[in-house]
């Protein structure tokens, strides 16, 4: 199926999504973090729905710090590797994340007073599935961030991903509930310390938010289509349990993020 380059009313109906009640069930509320869950009657992967309030962040640094590549390796332990691939406007890319195998269609979106990030997977003849990776599908993924004041903002992120593999959903499903609050604790602490990072690291470069530093190549959504979950192989992870997966994220969620 071809792609569609998410426009206002996409954006909108992302939000609206986000800061709905209805359909919602409250499964974790500690620490500053609140989780909810959504059950799809079309996919046995539900929906997970987190809000953190982070108390002397400005919404503007928290849209740096997702945006930031070059400063989620300092964050991101679960990250392996990512890379951008190339644009298809002003405020949409193409890019990889591997912690399991990611390609992406990203695209963000000031309204309002509120910034949004939305991606979901494509894609690309030129990045098919790594060997030794399993390739995910993020079916919706994004960001919405409300300012609190000039220095306090409120961050929510939405996902409905199938990791793909041979685990169990209930699994997948358990041990996203318990390793989410802690990536999003990490990105506060993170953020927390960015405006510091970023005057020692090209200050001024922020393609996110003036498209005339880019140095990606255009891409055409001609050339991506939308990934679908049954066409992609289960690889087998029979080994697997949900003890281990449940460690195996609170281990990578809680490794050291310093270094310049």
Not at 170 to 197: F, T
């Amino acid at each position: 199926m071809p792609v569609e380059i998410p426009d206002d009313s996409a954006f909108s109906s992302f939000r609206d999504q986000v800061l709905s009640p209805e359909g919602w069930s409250s499964r974790y509320s500690l620490g500053g973090v609140t989780v909810w869950c959504r059950e799809e009657e079309t996919t046995t992967v539900q929906k997970l729905k987190m809000r953190i309030v982070c108390k002397d962040v400005s919404p503007e640094t928290l849209y740096d710090v997702l945006h930031d590549t070059s400063y989620r390796r300092k964050w991101d332990s679960n990250m392996i590797e990512t890379y951008d691939i190339g644009r298809l406007n002003a405020n949409t890319d193409v890019g990889y994340y591997s912690c399991r195998d990611f390609v992406t269609m990203r695209s963000w979106l000031p309204l309002g007073n509120d910034f949004l990030i939305i991606n979901y997977s494509v894609k690309h003849p030129d990045h098919p599935p790594k060997k030794d990776f399993v390739r995910a599908v993020s079916l919706l993924t994004g960001y919405l961030i409300q300012s609190n004041g000039p220095s306090s903002s409120t961050l929510y992120y939405l996902t409905q991903m199938d990791p793909k593999g041979s685990l169990p959903k209930w699994v997948v499903n358990r041990a996203s509930q318990l390793v989410a609050p802690k990536a999003m604790r990490r990105i506060y602490k993170a953020s927390l310390k960015y405006p510091d990072w970023k005057r020692r690291h090209g200050p001024g470069l922020r393609p996110w938010l003036f498209p005339d530093q880019s140095v990606l190549p255009g891409v055409s959504s001609e050339h991506l289509s939308l990934q679908r979950c049954d066409s992609l192989q289960n690889i087998d992870e029979s080994c697997a349990s949900e003890e281990r997966t449940e460690r195996t994220g609170d281990e990578r969620t809680n490794h050291s993020d310093e270094g310049d």
